[in-house]
């Protein structure tokens, strides 16, 4: 006896799976999408307009299950939409989105007519978007215009002439391909700043300082910071480290504060500035280009300045490195620089951090608009995911609030039962962050392993 098995009548359409592309300064775009079924391919097209009309391509090659497709010139500031279309040899057609071409894919060709500001973001580092909506928000309530780039998306990469300002974050300083690549775009950008025409660039992130150290001078992301910014990283060992609030020894977020110091170009003199934050770097400035990098670079005589200092802290009140240096600025002719070693978000404020990019792009010499005061509309209700996460032993939960009102903040656990609440109290409107320690309502220590947030909500 035997028992034969068969597939039957394949009535299945083909089944397609695609990474969506972000905003890209190439304006030839190649696709590249993975299409199986049971049957042989018939035939399969990509359809994209960016005018009226839809313009098909039929695929370049085809490796195994994977497709290529290419685009004709696209023109820069284009809004381009997109999907893909397979027929089987059967008949049966599928498309990708499932809804097209009612549903698309869509993304933009930079830059965008007139356009000088570019926000570039952390796509892959910062993926629970801790502080993409941040830099949004600031740069909506300044009511400036702006494109917007995932640095991490693409192998390569130049920022075009056109931008005069780059607004830039890393979410960590990670070493990689796509941190030298950022690095050395930077720097190219920079070089081709003139007296006439400068280039400028606000850049944060609470990590890279340290990722670069005991790197050769060779590296990109040292080369950025030492000749670029003209700033350095103190080590643990002459009194600094990974994290200026707290010491190098404690990972979780403190509270503390920051002072702007003389001169700043960003914040006023004197002001001091509320913090929640885990590792912000110890940095200082750099009087002059060193010498093993003077050959290449504009002006190597030029040095940078202090900008904001460490102050309040854990340290019975202090900042473990107490008016230690955290922020940096140059004004090297051809080009202006401003280094954070804060990431945005760890700013409590939201006007703050709106002043702080208000100023920022001030000195770039951007034009604002004609009122002299931005105007900040009452924040969205937003919540946003914790982080650390997993955290050690501590995280923060971040969320902003349309109006005053009360809030109840509470965690529960996997079942459904109420374990803590962390606030229940009247809150003013604005940002908000509220720290758990991981223990229940009885102070007892729970085992947490991730805090589970519902997809960001805003409203």
Same mark, same amino acid.
């Given at each position: 006896?035997?028992?034969?098995?068969?597939?039957?009548?394949? =009535?299945?359409?083909?089944? =397609?799976?695609?990474?969506?592309?972000?905003?890209?300064?190439?304006?030839?775009?190649?696709?590249?999408?993975?299409?199986?079924?049971?049957?042989?391919?018939?035939?399969?097209?990509?359809?994209?307009?960016?005018?009226?009309? $839809?313009?098909?391509?039929? @695929?370049?090659?085809?490796?195994?299950? +994977?497709?290529?497709?290419?685009?004709?010139?696209?023109?820069?500031?284009?809004?381009?939409?997109?999907?893909?279309?397979?027929?089987?040899?059967?008949? %049966?057609?599928?498309?990708?989105?499932?809804?097209?071409?009612?549903?698309?894919?869509?993304?933009?060709?930079?830059?965008?007519?007139?356009?000088?500001?570019?926000?570039?973001?952390?796509?892959?580092?910062?993926?629970?978007?801790?502080?993409?909506?941040? @830099?949004?928000?600031?740069?909506?309530?300044?009511?400036?215009?702006?494109?917007?780039?995932?640095?991490?998306?693409?192998?390569?990469?130049?920022?075009?002439?056109?931008?005069?300002?780059?607004?830039?974050?890393?979410?960590?300083?990670?070493?990689?391909?796509?941190?030298?690549?950022?690095?050395?775009?930077?720097?190219?950008?920079?070089?081709?700043?003139?007296?006439?025409?400068?280039?400028?660039?606000?850049?944060?992130?609470?990590?890279?300082?340290?990722?670069?150290?005991?790197?050769?001078?060779?590296?990109?992301?040292?080369?950025?910071?030492?000749?670029?910014?003209?700033?350095?990283?103190?080590?643990?060992?002459?009194?600094?480290?990974?994290?200026?609030?707290?010491?190098?020894?404690?990972?979780? @977020?403190?509270?503390?504060?920051?002072?702007?110091?003389?001169?700043?170009?960003?914040?006023?003199?004197?002001?001091?500035?509320?913090?929640?934050?885990?590792?912000?770097?110890?940095?200082?400035?750099?009087?002059?280009?060193?010498? $093993?990098?003077?050959?290449?670079?504009?002006?190597?005589?030029?040095?940078?300045?202090?900008?904001?200092?460490?102050?309040?802290?854990?340290?019975?009140?202090?900042?473990?490195?107490?008016?230690?240096?955290?922020?940096?600025?140059?004004?090297?002719?051809? %080009?202006?620089?401003?280094?954070?070693?804060?990431?945005?978000?760890?700013? /409590?404020?939201?006007? /703050?951090?709106?002043? =702080?990019?208000?100023?920022?792009?001030?000195?770039?010499?951007?034009?604002?608009?004609?009122?002299?005061?931005?105007?900040?509309?009452?924040?969205?209700?937003?919540?946003?995911?914790?982080?650390?996460?997993?955290?050690?032993?501590? +995280?923060?939960?971040?969320?902003?609030?349309?109006?005053?009102?009360?809030?109840?903040?509470?965690?529960?656990?996997?079942?459904?039962?109420?374990?803590?609440?962390?606030?229940?109290?009247? =809150?003013?409107?604005?940002?908000?962050?509220?720290?758990?320690?991981?223990?229940?309502?009885?102070?007892?220590?729970?085992?947490?392993?991730?805090?589970?947030?519902?997809?960001?909500?805003?409203?």
């Amino acid at each position: 006896m035997a028992i034969l098995f068969y597939p039957g009548v394949d =009535m299945q359409p083909p089944v =397609m799976t695609y990474e969506e592309k972000g905003n890209t300064f190439e304006t030839t775009i190649e696709f590249e999408v993975d299409i199986v079924d049971m049957s042989a391919i018939d035939s399969a097209t990509l359809f994209y307009r960016y005018a009226d009309e $839809w313009i098909s391509a039929s @695929y370049d090659s085809v490796d195994g299950a +994977t497709y290529h497709f290419t685009t004709q010139e696209i023109p820069q500031g284009s809004n381009v939409e997109y999907y893909f279309e397979s027929t089987d040899e059967n008949g %049966y057609t599928g498309t990708l989105p499932s809804g097209a071409p009612d549903d698309t894919f869509s993304f933009k060709t930079l830059p965008t007519q007139d356009v000088e500001i570019l926000f570039a973001y952390s796509g892959t580092q910062d993926w629970q978007r801790t502080e993409y909506p941040v @830099y949004i928000q600031a740069l909506e309530n300044l009511n400036v215009e702006y494109d917007i780039y995932d640095w991490q998306e693409y192998d390569s990469y130049r920022f075009p002439d056109q931008y005069t300002s780059i607004i830039a974050y890393a979410s960590s300083g990670s070493p990689g391909e796509d941190s030298d690549t950022l690095s050395t775009a930077l720097v190219e950008y920079l070089d081709s700043g003139t007296t006439i025409e400068p280039k400028n660039v606000f850049f944060a992130s609470d990590g890279f300082a340290y990722s670069q150290s005991g790197t050769p001078n060779s590296d990109p992301r040292k080369l950025l910071l030492t000749a670029y910014f003209r700033t350095s990283y103190i080590g643990t060992a002459i009194g600094g480290g990974t994290n200026g609030l707290a010491g190098p020894d404690y990972i979780g @977020y403190v509270d503390g504060s920051i002072v702007c110091l003389d001169e700043s170009p960003i914040g006023t003199a004197g002001d001091e500035v509320n913090v929640n934050a885990n590792s912000p770097d110890c940095i200082f400035e750099k009087d002059a280009c060193p010498d $093993w990098y003077a050959d290449q670079v504009q002006n190597p005589g030029i040095g940078s300045h202090n900008a904001y200092m460490f102050e309040d802290g854990p340290i019975n009140g202090q900042a473990y490195l107490y008016h230690g240096v955290c922020a940096t600025w140059i004004d090297n002719l051809i %080009y202006k620089a401003f280094y954070f070693s804060f990431d945005l978000s760890q700013v /409590t404020s939201e006007e /703050t951090q709106t002043d =702080m990019l208000e100023d920022a792009l001030f000195w770039f010499g951007e034009d604002m608009g004609e009122s002299e005061e931005a105007f900040i509309p009452p924040a969205n209700l937003y919540l946003m995911q914790n982080a650390p996460n997993p955290f050690n032993p501590d +995280t923060v939960i971040q969320f902003s609030l349309p109006h005053d009102g009360r809030v109840e903040l509470t965690v529960y656990n996997v079942r459904g039962r109420k374990v803590k609440i962390l606030c229940n109290e009247t =809150m003013t409107a604005g940002s908000h962050r509220i720290t758990w320690n991981g223990t229940d309502d009885n102070d007892k220590t729970m085992r947490v392993r991730c805090l589970s947030l519902p997809d960001p909500v805003s409203g």
